[in-house]
């Protein structure tokens, strides 16, 4: 396939930045051994101590996992941020996919008809979980179709597409930088993008940053209009995070979400979560067990989802 071409420069404004909580992330990019959580200059005493119950926990919580527990969940309404390991690296894993997925709608923004334009791959193309894109081998897909198969359900043929589509790995992650992001880096594609080690900053990315992205994406201006209704559809009609946050949260919560899983044990999980009636928390959740065989990653997940909520659920 041909490279599609450079994804055009859009300058990031101040109000971007501000909206999204860039600006108070970047102080803390290299890792921190000690965990991390910010409280709002304007809580009230009573969200204060919401926040700091609930970094104990996310600390508990990680003792019991075994390894790193990243996490950075932020009220909308409120500014009030629950934080653990934000500044720090994790393996992106599945949840680059988003990045992917904005990157092609950023191009299409500027390239009329692209959604709609038919990629054509063979079956040595196809990796193992391609739920989506094994059933079109003949005929091809569309560019949109492929984008709601990469979010919804995390095909991997169909997310290696779209990469190829904008330029490969260092283009996803030049738009990345369009965001006000100077740590998120995309490197490989799948199935090699979920392997790690530790000291290898390939294909990571800290939850602070990356729930400034999502932010960014899903509310705020990093993409046009229809292009963020078009992301924030495939982000809520995702069928991927059933054990891990929808098993998190209250049953009337609306999410939408973007997992990751990786060849370690890691679990990951980024959301905009909609709480009734209230404006959405912005959450990422990252692992990084000790034991490679871990299996407990979708409940650790699910576990920090309960905890964030309760810490930034709305009082009223």
């Not at 589509?165 to 930088?177: H, W």
């Not at 078009?230 to 069928?239: E, F, H, K, M, N």
């Amino acid at each position: 396939m041909t490279p599609a071409g450079p994804i055009a420069p859009w300058p990031v404004s101040r109000r971007l930045v501000l909206a999204t909580g860039v600006g108070t992330v970047l102080a803390g990019c290299a890792p921190s051994p000690s965990p991390s959580g910010t409280v709002s200059s304007s809580s009230s005493p009573s969200s204060t101590e919401r926040v700091a119950r609930a970094q104990a926990e996310l600390a508990d919580l990680e003792r019991e996992l075994g390894g790193r527990l990243g996490v950075h969940a932020v009220s909308t309404a409120t500014g009030v941020v629950v934080g653990h390991r934000a500044d720090e690296r994790f393996l992106m894993c599945s949840t680059h996919k988003v990045l992917a997925v904005a990157a092609v709608l950023r191009l299409a923004e500027q390239r009329p008809g692209l959604l709609g334009r038919r990629i054509r791959y063979d079956r040595t193309q196809l990796l193992d979980h391609a739920p989506v894109t094994s059933q079109h081998v003949d005929e091809g897909m569309d560019v949109a179709a492929l984008c709601e198969a990469a979010i919804t359900l995390s095909d991997n043929t169909a997310a290696n597409l779209l990469v190829d589509l904008v330029g490969g790995p260092a283009k996803v992650t030049e738009f990345v930088r369009t965001l006000g992001d100077p740590v998120t880096r995309l490197d490989r594609t799948e199935p090699d993008v979920n392997v790690g080690a530790p000291g290898d900053q390939r294909d990571t990315t800290t939850a602070a940053h990356m729930g400034a992205n999502l932010r960014a994406l899903a509310l705020g201006s990093g993409l046009h209009p229809a292009s963020r209704r078009r992301i924030v559809g495939w982000l809520r009609a995702s069928t991927t995070g059933a054990r891990s946050i929808r098993a998190g949260l209250p049953d009337d919560w609306e999410v939408g979400d973007k997992t990751g899983s990786g060849a370690h044990g890691e679990v990951n999980d980024v959301a905009v979560v909609w709480p009734p009636r209230h404006p959405p928390l912005v959450v990422a959740v990252y692992t990084a067990p000790s034991d490679p065989d871990s299996t407990s990653g979708y409940e650790t997940v699910a576990a920090a989802y309960r905890i964030v909520s309760r810490a930034l659920a709305p009082t009223a």
